[in-house]
């Protein structure tokens, strides 16, 4: 059965009759990045730099509206028949000047939250990258330690929504000794703390 998994396997990688004793390990790729404590710090760190810039959005916002409400009494004012026609003219002119404010808050909004949603971006994948390196550092030094030449990642899905690793024997599964050896230092750290 063994043999006919390694040739079906060589089939489908297109791989040549010389693989057929290759030593195939697998791991949840997925399973490791979330529970890697790096990947709960980075997640933190992430989120807390997002509710700072919401914040900030948040604060822009209220200024929008009280500019707004600023306008709407000086625009009222700039109508009012019952105002002298220079108190008219100041409330017009203070309206015009309130309506570029206006304007140029609503662009400073629109800026900020494109340039902050494209720093989060870049952070996130940055803080994934640092985090996908030392999980794939730690699989190929397990891999060759172990002696495996070839390590499949089963959380990915197929085109059907499955795994493409249908069946494999529990012993050639890395995810808990990758996971328990990235994790390893993080519990280090907190007994010494």
């Known amino acids: 059965m063994k043999k006919i998994l390694a040739g079906l396997l060589i089939a489908m990688l297109g791989l040549p009759s010389w693989a057929a004793g290759i030593k195939v390990a697998v791991i949840d790729m997925e399973n490791v990045f979330k529970n890697y404590y790096k990947s709960k710090i980075a997640e933190e760190s992430i989120r807390a730099q997002a509710e700072i810039y919401r914040n900030y959005l948040l604060k822009l916002n209220t200024d929008s509206k009280k500019l707004e409400e600023e306008f709407k009494v000086a625009r009222d004012a700039a109508q009012n028949i019952a105002l002298s026609g220079k108190e008219r003219s100041?409330?017009?002119?203070?309206?015009?000047?309130?309506?570029?404010?206006?304007?140029?808050?609503?662009?400073?909004?629109?800026?900020?939250?494109?340039?902050?949603?494209?720093?989060?971006?870049?952070?996130?994948?940055?803080?994934?990258?640092?985090?996908?390196?030392?999980?794939?550092?730690?699989?190929?030094?397990?891999?060759?330690?172990?002696?495996?030449?070839?390590v499949l990642d089963t959380s990915g899905k197929t085109l059907n929504a499955i795994s493409p690793v249908v069946y494999f024997r529990d012993t050639i599964d890395l995810t808990s000794v990758v996971l328990t050896e990235l994790n390893r230092t993080d519990k280090v750290k907190h007994k010494e703390e």
Request: no cysteine; glycine share 2%.
């Open 90 to 150: 100041e409330a017009e002119a203070k309206a015009e000047r309130l309506e570029r404010e206006i304007k140029a808050k609503a662009t400073e909004q629109e800026q900020y939250a494109l340039e902050k949603n494209k720093q989060m971006k870049e952070l996130e994948l940055a803080k994934r990258s640092e985090i996908m390196d030392d999980i794939n550092r730690e699989v190929k030094k397990r891999a060759l330690s172990e002696g495996y030449d070839l």
